[in-house]
C-alpha cells in the first residue's frame, strides 16, 4: 500500500498467464492525476484519477514493472517496458 487514505479501491488488476499491459495513458501536470490500463486481450482498466494534466500515451509496448514512491500522495510512477513489442 502507497499515499495516503482518501479514495476508495476501485478494481485489482489480475491477468491471464499470457496477458500483459501493452498501453498505458497517464495524464499528469506537477503530479499524476489519473492512468488507465489496456491488455494485448484488450481488457481495460480505469481510467482511474481526475481529468488535469496532460495526457501521456505509452502504446505497442509490454510493461514488466510498475514502482513508485509516495507520501502522503503518488510522488512518482516508474514503468519497466519493452518498446515495440510483438509476441510471436
Do not use: C, Q
Amino acid at each position: 500500500a502507497h499515499g495516503g487514505h482518501g479514495g476508495e479501491i476501485k478494481d485489482e488488476l489480475t491477468f491471464d498467464a499470457d496477458e500483459y499491459i501493452n498501453l498505458m495513458a497517464i495524464r499528469s501536470g506537477s503530479r499524476i492525476d489519473s492512468i488507465f490500463f489496456s491488455t494485448n486481450k484488450h481488457r481495460k482498466w480505469g481510467p482511474y484519477g481526475g481529468e488535469g494534466g496532460k495526457e501521456h500515451i505509452l502504446s505497442g509496448i509490454r510493461v514488466i514493472g510498475i514502482g513508485g514512491r509516495s507520501g502522503s500522495r503518488l510522488d512518482r510512477l516508474s514503468v519497466r517496458i519493452i518498446e515495440g513489442y510483438k509476441l510471436g
